[in-house]
């Protein structure tokens, strides 16, 4: 199974730029990037994915490998509310996998 | 548009109880999920439906665990009888179609404590 590898944890200032790395070595020609964040106390919400090509919405960007090994999540500038565990998976047509994310703290 | 809905919120029961759990998804989504996440960790796929087929129920540990979906709309999660380590939070989630790489909507979840 593709597997993704996160730091556990990530502090950032408020206001400032984060960059959340993840590294998915084993990653299929198949497989979309891509990035939930569970806030406190609630369920896991969609953020952005990608396949091969940069992504931008209005929450962050997704920054793509050329080999596809690994992606950084940016959030151009952490608000406090930014905090929350964000998980980086490998999504497949039948398969979507959690692993156990990056907490990220956001200090005013 | 609401959101995918799940209650009861919180549930505490004794070990050996029986205990459901309720989740109705977005309006239009044919694909149901659930999900366990216990502590520290990512949710786990326990089950995922397609209208009121359950395609994949290989997490599910059928010997205590059901789950149903009658008309393809809403779906019941059931334990019986619960045990200490099935205290967790238990996720509901919804897309338009399970079989592609649309993303996922989720509740708030269910958070369950056996005691």
């Known amino acids: 199974d593709a597997k993704t590898t996160q730091p556990n944890s990530m502090e950032s200032n408020e206001e400032e730029p984060v960059h959340l790395p993840c590294n998915h070595s084993t990653i299929s020609g198949t497989d979309y990037i891509h990035w939930y964040r569970q806030l406190p106390s609630q369920g896991p919400e969609y953020v952005i994915h990608g396949l091969t090509s940069n992504v931008n919405n209005r929450m962050a960007s997704l920054a793509i490998a050329e080999d596809r090994k690994s992606s950084t999540l940016i959030l151009h500038r952490a608000t406090l509310r930014d905090a929350a565990v964000y998980y980086c998976?490998?999504?497949?047509?039948?398969?979507?996998?959690f692993g156990a994310g990056t907490r990220l703290t956001v200090k005013p | 548009e609401a959101g995918v809905v799940q209650s009861p919120r919180y549930k505490i029961i004794e070990k050996k109880q029986p205990v459901a759990f309720w989740c109705n998804p977005i309006s239009g989504h044919n694909t149901l999920y659930w999900y366990l996440q216990n502590l520290g960790q990512g949710p786990e796929l326990l089950i995922r439906?397609?209208?009121?087929?359950?395609?994949?129920d290989s997490q599910l540990p059928k010997d205590r665990f059901s789950a149903e979906r009658l008309k393809g709309v809403d779906s019941t999660l059931k334990i019986q009888p619960a045990e200490l380590g099935d205290s967790a939070v238990y996720l509901c989630a919804s897309s338009t179609s399970g079989r592609s790489y649309n993303e996922q909507f989720f509740g708030p979840g269910t958070r369950l404590t056996v005691l």
């Open positions: 439906y397609e209208n009121e087929e359950a395609v994949d």
């Open positions: 998976i490998l999504r497949a047509p039948n398969d979507m996998r």
